[in-house]
């Protein structure tokens, strides 16, 4: 068996994507704590730079593999209440951050933002245009549902200042497509990128994923082949999580129908072993970005940073979530919004921030989290970079986390040595792995079974 395929097998445990340390699990309910009120007083106090999350929420069908938080609804009216919802989030949130401060990257996530009509998207662009200072570099993202776009939203996204868009096209095969309830014709997605591109969108991302129902190796290579011949500048291939008791639609799927794990992982296997050769580097986790991209030159340039929305090249943003269940992230604070859509509209109406769950990080968080982001973004920790812990060098303070990185050492995917750990090329694909040694939670077992497979 092909090596990689050996060690992808051995290390595929359950375990964190670290889009944040501590993870979403380990937030906890807001109600009367007093920290959010003290946090962001001291926010307002200075200018800082950020990067707006808005979550749309609705979707006209429900794809059964799905696990994100959505409403499904045909109703398009239902936007326009929203966008009612998020300008009122807007005032509230404009009245805790410094006149000063920056917006230097906007994305729309969901659900689907194109569910809104290109009028809803005007409306939504213009009031970010009146209640935050944009910057003139602004890095603005839309994801897209290739099955609900038109030109006039792409003319739309465009003329509110978006400059990438990512295409959710997950396979290209016709009964992958249906045994998920997501039909899509290659022709569609090929359309739209040419379109958007048209329209000058300087970067287009394309979604991926592995390990679905009906998908095989086979099924896999044709679907990367034909999507690597439109051009995209980034790819994310995700692995399907199949967790039909925490995401219940995926209790419609067959589960016959899933991929066996050793095809699962030969599909992984052959995404990192052809995309490089396709002129795509390997940045870490599920992404793959070519030469020229600031992703590839951020990696390179060691300014890779990691937060709620995958991989980004910004470093020192404040990440503001608006919208329901949306994240938030300050330097030592994660804060989510209320997940039920009519409970967040009911905290707006009552003038409140809809801030359900808080996460006030611990001088013991700080630092992991520090040395976690290392991992997934720069591939090394130095250990000269951190400073004695109680007269303590770094060797000594994680002394056990680093006799437990053995197993990695031997199979070539870390290099070991006084100075500090060193990611090997190889070693890329299994950073959640090496990264969880550091996780004092899943070291203490808490929520330890709530996460996906790390490979
Ligand atoms: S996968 Fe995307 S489009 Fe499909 S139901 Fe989930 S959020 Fe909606």
């Known amino acids: 068996m092909n090596k990689l395929l050996t060690q992808a097998k051995k290390f595929n445990v359950s375990g964190p994507r670290y889009t944040s340390y501590p993870t979403a699990l380990q937030f906890e309910v807001a109600e009367n704590d007093p920290a959010l009120g003290l946090y962001l007083e001291e926010r307002k106090k200075r200018a800082t730079s950020l990067?707006?999350?808005?979550?749309?929420?609705?979707?006209?069908?429900?794809?059964?593999?799905?696990?994100?938080t959505k409403v499904i609804t045909k109703n398009q009216d239902r936007g326009d209440t929203y966008i009612d919802y998020l300008e009122k989030e807007m005032k509230l949130l404009t009245g805790t951050l410094h006149p000063?401060?920056?917006?230097?990257?906007?994305?729309?996530?969901?659900?689907t933002p194109t569910f809104l009509s290109p009028p809803q998207l005007l409306r939504l662009g213009s009031l970010l245009h009146r209640y935050f200072n944009l910057?003139?570099?602004?890095?603005?993202?839309?994801?897209?549902?290739?099955?609900?776009?038109?030109t006039e939203h792409i003319d739309a996204i465009v003329e509110i200042g978006c400059n990438r868009v990512s295409l959710g096209i997950q396979d290209t095969?016709?009964?992958?497509?249906?045994?998920?309830?997501r039909v899509q014709s290659f022709e569609e997605s090929a359309r739209i990128t040419e379109m958007a591109r048209n329209a000058g969108i300087e970067s287009v991302n394309f979604d991926l994923i592995y390990g679905l129902p009906k998908q095989t190796l086979s099924t896999f290579k044709k679907t990367l082949d034909q999507v690597i011949s439109l051009d995209p500048d980034r790819f994310a291939i995700y692995s399907y999580a199949h967790m039909p008791s925490i995401m219940p639609s995926q209790k419609l799927l067959n589960e016959a129908d899933l991929p066996s794990v050793e095809e699962k992982l030969s599909m992984l296997v052959h995404a990192v072993n052809t995309l490089p050769a396709r002129g795509y580097n390997f940045i870490g986790m599920d992404h793959f970005a070519k030469e020229a991209d600031?992703?590839?030159?951020?990696?390179?340039?060691?300014?890779?940073?990691?937060?709620?929305?995958?991989?980004?090249?910004?470093p020192e943003l404040e990440m503001i979530g608006l919208g329901m269940s949306s994240i938030s992230q300050g330097?030592?604070?994660y804060?989510?919004?209320?997940?039920?859509?009519?409970?967040?509209?009911?905290?707006?109406?009552?003038?409140t921030l809809p801030v359900k769950k808080i996460l006030t990080l611990?001088?013991?968080?700080?630092?992991?989290?520090?040395?976690?982001?290392?991992?997934?973004?720069?591939?090394?920790?130095?250990?000269?970079?951190?400073?004695?812990?109680?007269?303590?060098?770094?060797?000594?303070?994680?002394?056990?986390e680093l006799a437990s990185l053995a197993p990695f050492e031997k199979e070539g995917l870390i290099q070991l040595s006084e100075k500090g750990v060193k990611i090997t090329p190889d070693g890329r694909l299994f950073l959640r792995n090496i990264a969880m040694v550091f996780d004092e939670y899943l070291q203490k077992k808490i929520h330890q079974n709530a996460y996906s497979k790390t490979i």
Not at 100 to 111: A, L, P
Not at 337 to 344: G, I, Q, T, V, W
Not at 372 to 388: A, N, S, T, V, W
Request: proline fraction near 3%.
């Open 51 to 68: 990067s707006l999350y808005i979550h749309i929420p609705f979707c006209f069908s429900l794809c059964w593999y799905c696990g994100c």
């Open 100 to 111: 000063d401060s920056i917006t230097e990257q906007i994305h729309f996530g969901g659900g």
């Open 135 to 150: 910057a003139g570099t602004l890095e603005f993202s839309v994801e897209i549902d290739p099955r609900r776009v038109s």
């Open 173 to 181: 095969n016709t009964d992958v497509q249906t045994a998920i309830r």
């Open 294 to 314: 600031e992703l590839s030159i951020a990696l390179n340039n060691g300014t890779l940073q990691r937060n709620f929305q995958g991989y980004s090249t910004r």
């Open 331 to 333: 330097w030592d604070f």
């Open 335 to 351: 804060t989510q919004n209320e997940k039920d859509l009519s409970r967040y509209y009911q905290l707006l109406d009552e003038g």
């Open 362 to 400: 611990s001088e013991e968080d700080l630092l992991r989290r520090r040395i976690i982001m290392q991992i997934m973004c720069k591939g090394e920790i130095l250990f000269d970079e951190y400073p004695l812990h109680n007269g303590l060098p770094f060797s000594e303070r994680f002394s056990e």
